[in-house]
């Protein structure tokens, strides 16, 4: 909107108001509150969609992500997309921080982001653990003995059936 508005195309549409010239409908109060609204609403969509993604992420794959321990690893990100979109909602719409100024109500939201991804990087330090049994799968290599001892039966499985595929 502000390109076309610089630019001059479409002044009735996307006029800026400078220099005199009439306001364009889309920088009118009204038509940029009720924007700003539905713009709540698309993320509040994309939120949920996020999270369902996710869940159904670990839903059909959780044969194969069991050796990996997934929960804590999915965890962290299903927390940190809803308290991200529902803390600003509820800066919006909760006494007091309803009342304070915009800049106010960023920077709490800001500093409130920051500590949540400091507590979500500790359970990410706990959840991506450089010990765990997967990160010595050696999938190239059909004889490791590490992959076998390792769970890894499941994997040398898709690869040997993916190259049995790619050969014929």
Known sequence: VNAASYYRIFDEWFGSGIDGEEVGFFHKKDVALAAHYIFYGAGFIASFAAIGNIMEVERAFHVYLEDFSPM???AGTKIIVSLAFMQSIALAVCPPFCFWS???ANLVYASLLC???????LAHVKAWSSDEDWYNYDVGDPT??????AGGSQVLRLASSNEELTSE
Do not use: G, H, Q, V
């Open 102 to 104: 915009t800049n106010r």
């Open 144 to 149: 490791s003995e590490s992959s076998e001892d």
């Open 72 to 74: 804590l690893k999915f």
């Open 115 to 121: 500590a949540e991804c400091f507590f979500i990087s």
